[in-house]
């Protein structure tokens, strides 16, 4: 069923119980209408019998008294019986129906032949001549026995009256628990249909919501139950189709982003690489400069040819030689080992030994003899081993050491520190320098890709920070910068997980 559906019927379903409940009200208006008009009836026709009675009575007072008035008596008698055949009219047109049976047999047997005999008496020639008291004593009993009837008559309206007040308060009560009690089944009714209503709309929003806000985490394979009305249905069909694509754009984004740090990683390498070849050119000259030297005495003896003297000479000449060569192979498997991809597993590697190599390597190079670059790296580093490759953490300390030699002075004053200390289940890299320091627009920029503050003959590109801080991450690390301003030098900081077992193999 659909939410209109739905919705449409629980309204109907209220309105038809409304409508119910005043229905019942306004039933129980119209039967206390009815008993209010039959009672209002009762009244009147009690009124019309007291006025007729009033008129008998008057007629037979005349008829008793001292000062005898037969035709005043007959005058009474006769309005009496008119009044009288008015109640009769009345209460045969009357569509009501409120003890007319009673009422006219009381009326036409027993209270209309007394008031004609009455009458009848007192028209007779004898009862006018004043001269037969018997007639006026009859015409008296007849009036007697009207009032008699007329008694009973209007005891029975009262009682009819009585009645019918009886029967208005029980309809009245009949009303008021009908009236409550279809209000509290329509109140219950609409409760019971707001309630599911509102269940029925929430309960797959808060599922919706709470997708949203598990996907917004990160869970991208979050999926909403189709569930419910069927715009719920469909929009949890929408929800669950855009997280699927969300997903295969992330994973795409997520593979495109490896791909190309991968290359800027190997790019950076071969940077640091063509950075260091002008020190390595430097280092390579001098044995390059002996092995030609004794190349060329070699040849020199060869030419004059051997003898037992010369043969040591050359001998002594080609060791040399050799010697030198080794140098020479020393320093481009450094080289080399710097400019190889990072497709080795990872192993335990001591980060002492990382540290004092690269800082070896730098503190020789002819740009850099004008700074201090010194490490405070403890002898004892049994304790100073990660799990990482190699090449990849020689690459982030090189990094940081030649951003703080670019940063430092160079008329002697420049000085940089390499450290590392174990703080528990870490290993703190630190690299110290006294140099121009950040401000706190660069220390939140700092390892953006491409953002460089180096400037001159030749500016950086802005990749070694943030590839040394990718690298980091990858190792289960961090790495932050940290300066008191411009002017305070900078110390970045990198928190890598120490080695969890005992160190059987190290890589350097």
Not at 169 to 177: F, P, V
Not at 363 to 387: C, F, K, M, Q, W
Not at 442 to 452: K, S
Request: aromatic residues 4%; neutral net charge.
């Amino acid at each position: 069923m659909t939410l209109k559906k739905r919705m449409l019927l629980h309204i109907g379903s209220m309105i038809g119980g409304c409508l119910i409940v005043a229905f019942a009200a306004l039933w129980g208006i119209e039967a206390q209408r009815q008993s209010l008009s039959a009672a209002l009836q009762g009244h009147h026709q009690l009124r019309q019998v007291y006025e007729v009675g009033t008129h008998i009575a008057t007629a037979r007072t005349m008829l008793s008294s001292a000062q005898l008035d037969i035709q005043l008596a007959a005058r009474e008698a006769k309005i009496a019986a008119a009044k009288l055949q008015m109640i009769d009219q009345i209460t045969g047109s009357s569509s009501e129906t409120f003890g007319q049976a009673d009422q006219a047999s009381n009326l036409e047997l027993q209270v209309r032949p007394a008031l004609l005999e009455s009458i009848a008496h007192l028209q007779s020639p004898i009862a006018n001549s004043g001269t037969s008291r018997k007639a006026i004593d009859q015409s008296n009993v007849s009036l007697n026995k009207a009032l008699n009837g007329l008694a009973t008559a209007a005891a029975e309206i009262r009682q009819e009256i009585q009645a019918e007040q009886q029967r208005a308060d029980a309809r009245r009560r009949s009303t008021w628990l009908g009236v409550f009690a279809l209000s509290a089944m329509v109140i219950v009714a609409s409760s019971w249909i707001g309630i599911a209503q509102y269940r029925s709309v929430m309960n797959p929003l808060n599922r919706l919501g709470a997708s949203a806000r598990r996907i917004a985490a990160g869970h991208l394979d979050e999926r909403v139950a189709s569930e419910g009305d069927r715009e719920f249905t469909s929009l949890a069909t929408d929800f669950n189709r855009m997280a699927e694509e969300l997903s295969t754009l992330c994973h795409d984004l997520e593979r495109q982003v490896a791909a190309k740090s991968k290359e800027l990683s190997q790019s950076e390498r071969l940077a640091s690489v063509g950075y260091l070849a002008t020190g390595v050119a430097h280092e390579i000259n001098n044995p390059l400069g002996i092995i030609a030297g004794y190349g060329e005495r070699s040849l020199r003896i060869l030419r004059r040819g051997l003898t037992e003297s010369t043969a040591a000479g050359a001998a002594r000449a080609i060791q040399v030689i050799c010697d030198e060569a080794f140098r020479c192979k020393r320093i481009t498997d450094q080289l080399l080992s710097l400019a190889r991809p990072s497709q080795e597993n990872r192993a335990i590697v001591s980060l002492a030994n990382i540290v004092r190599e690269v800082v070896s390597n730098f503190a020789g190079l002819p740009e850099y003899t004008d700074r201090t670059l010194v490490a405070a790296v403890s002898e004892d580093d049994a304790s100073l081993h990660i799990l990482g490759r190699a090449g990849e953490i020689k690459q982030v300390v090189i990094n940081l050491v030649v951003n703080a030699l670019q940063a430092v002075p160079g008329d002697g004053t420049g000085r940089v520190r390499v450290g590392i200390e174990r703080m528990g289940e870490h290993l703190e890299l630190t690299v110290t320098d006294n140099g121009r320091g950040m401000s706190p627009e660069t220390r939140d920029r700092v390892f953006e890709p491409f953002f460089t503050t180096r400037r001159g003959d030749t500016p950086g590109v802005g990749l070694g920070l943030s590839i040394a801080h990718a690298i980091v991450r990858e190792h289960g690390g961090s790495l932050r910068a940290e300066s008191q301003g411009l002017g305070f030098g900078s110390r970045f900081i990198v928190r890598i997980p120490a080695a969890a077992s005992e160190v059987t193999h190290v890589d350097n």
